[in-house]
């Protein structure tokens, strides 16, 4: 099937719309692509600035707090009684300096 001038003169008309179409999705899917880069670096942000939460607090804070309530209630149980035994934990002994916090260095 050839072509005829008439389809010709229609193709030339409508060759700038075309044009326009063309340029419109090649510019949407960049603007696409920067959007959805935008959204993943504001995400980043707020994971960055967000405050998290602690995955595993077992092994931590609450460890110690458990020994040293199970040491109150042994010291006073052994007041309780008559018999008091010398068996202490290593690991349970607490060091105290009676100088710790009272001076204070504001030289610098």
């Known amino acids: 099937m050839a072509i005829q001038p008439i389809d010709l003169q ?8 075309v044009g326009k179409e063309q340029a419109t999705q090649k ?3 960049a603007i696409q692509q920067a959007l959805q880069g935008a959204q993943a670096q504001k995400k980043a942000e707020e994971q960055i600035q967000s405050v998290n939460e602690a995955q595993n607090m077992g092994e931590g804070a609450e460890r110690v707090k458990d020994r040293n309530t199970r040491k109150r209630q042994s010291d006073s149980g052994k007041r309780g009684h008559a018999e ?11 060091i105290r300096d009676p100088t ?9």
């Open 10 to 17: 229609t193709l030339f008309t409508q060759l700038d719309k």
């Open 27 to 29: 510019e949407g899917a």
């Open 84 to 94: 008091t035994s010398d068996e202490e934990e290593p690991d349970a002994e607490v």
């Open 100 to 108: 710790l916090g009272t001076h204070i260095d504001v030289s610098g």
